[in-house]
Nanobody
Framework: QVQLVESGGGLVQPGGSLRLSCVYSGGTFRSYAMGWYRQAPGKQRERVALITGGGTTVYEDSVKGRFTISRDNAKNTMYLQMNSLKPEDTAVYYC?????????WGQGTQVTVSS
């Protein structure tokens, strides 16, 4: 059974940093692309960043230069380093693993940027 578990969210002041982690289990997914999404209250879920099995990264425009996605296949973990956080980054952040047979999601971790 595939499981994705996020952690690392919390309350941070504007300009601060957080690092999110997503631990996955239930299979070997090093060749699969994975992504981070977020959903703010009243808004649709949007993709924040994507990393391919080969390590190529793609970012949503509003987070370019501030967020960094990475993965450690030996630890079955994906990360999202978030710097220079803004109030508009406040959302529930989800990790995502799309496969040919299912689209897997974690339970989400809340990130709140506020003074």
């Amino acid at each position: 059974q595939v499981q994705l578990v996020e952690s690392g969210g919390g309350l941070v002041q504007p300009g601060g940093s957080l690092r999110l982690s997503c631990v996955y289990s239930g299979g070997t997914f090093r060749s699969y692309a994975m992504g981070w999404y977020r959903q703010a209250p009243g808004k649709q879920r949007e993709r924040v960043a994507l990393i391919t099995g080969g390590g190529t990264t793609v970012y949503e425009d509003s987070v370019k230069g501030r967020f960094t996605i990475s993965r450690d296949n030996a630890k079955n973990t994906m990360y999202l380093q978030m710097n220079s956080l803004k109030p508009e980054d406040t959302a529930v952040y989800y990790c995502n693993l799309p496969t040919s047979w299912a689209n897997y999601w974690g339970q989400g971790t809340q990130v709140t940027v506020s003074s």
